[in-house]
């Protein structure tokens, strides 16, 4: 059984630029959570999707947004980047609510805005 | 505004020792509280999980005690061994589609 994982796992950007990270879910996993977790702080809540539709969000403006696709990967999308958006992204995938099931971590892309 | 309060930033734990970290939260509407455990360069993982129905929870050498009236839970690894060192995240979420993560706690075993 694989596990979650992320792409790419650095990525170094200008303000202003456009990024997009990728997340594969565990096999099986249907729901998506992205996290932003800055430098010695907790996990953020950005936003959640369920079976391809948006399923929660997070206090984070408009600029970030995501995709989750048929086969239940996801993208998770930041424009007009600002140097406050440096940090780790993370995305757990579970099946079904994580409330209820395992929401399962991956190692995260470190994004860099200068 | 941070909806779980977590402390101490760090801490220091001789082997064998008794950790533990304290969580505080305003939200009476949650009504579930893992414990996660992050390592260096990894994901977080879920450690152990409560639901306010039970004022505690053991699994092996973690327990979580939960205080429904205080609005406080807590993390106790009993034994602790130098393998547990780690950052650790107490959480609550009330509808599982949005989870609030706590500043974490460094935490160091010394051998």
């Known amino acids: 059984e694989t596990g979650v994982t992320q792409s790419p796992t650095h990525l170094i950007k200008t303000r202003g630029q456009q990024v997009t990270l990728r997340c594969s879910s565990q096999?099986?996993?249907?729901?998506v959570s992205w996290y932003q977790q800055a430098l010695g702080q907790g996990p953020q809540f950005i936003f959640q999707?369920?079976?391809?539709?948006?399923?929660g969000r997070g206090n984070f403006p408009p600029r970030f947004s995501g995709l989750q696709f048929p086969n239940y990967s996801s993208e998770l999308n930041v424009n007009a980047l600002e140097l406050d958006d440096s940090a780790l992204y993370l995305c757990?995938?579970?099946?079904?609510?994580?409330?209820?099931?395992?929401?399962?971590f991956g190692p995260g892309t470190r994004l860099t805005v200068l | 505004q941070q909806q779980v309060k977590q402390s101490p930033q760090s801490l220091i734990v001789q082997k064998g020792g008794i950790s533990i970290i304290n969580c505080a939260y305003e939200?009476?509407?949650?009504?579930?509280f893992p414990w996660y455990q992050q390592f260096p360069g990894k994901g977080p993982a879920l450690l152990i999980a409560?639901?306010?129905?039970?004022s505690e929870k053991k699994e092996g050498r973690f327990t979580i005690s939960f205080n429904k009236s205080a609005k406080q839970f807590s993390l106790h690894i009993m034994d602790s061994q130098p393998g547990d060192s780690a950052t650790y995240f107490c959480?609550?979420?009330?509808?599982?589609?949005?989870?609030?993560f706590g500043t974490g706690t460094s935490l160091t075993v010394i051998p």
């Open positions: 999707y369920y079976r391809e539709e948006e399923n």
């Open positions: 409560i639901r306010p129905d039970v």
């Open positions: 096999s099986g996993h249907n729901t």
């Open positions: 959480a609550a979420s009330a509808s599982g589609n949005q989870f609030y």
């Open positions: 757990a995938s579970s099946l079904g609510s994580p409330l209820y099931n395992e929401q399962f």
């Open positions: 939200n009476t509407a949650f009504d579930y």
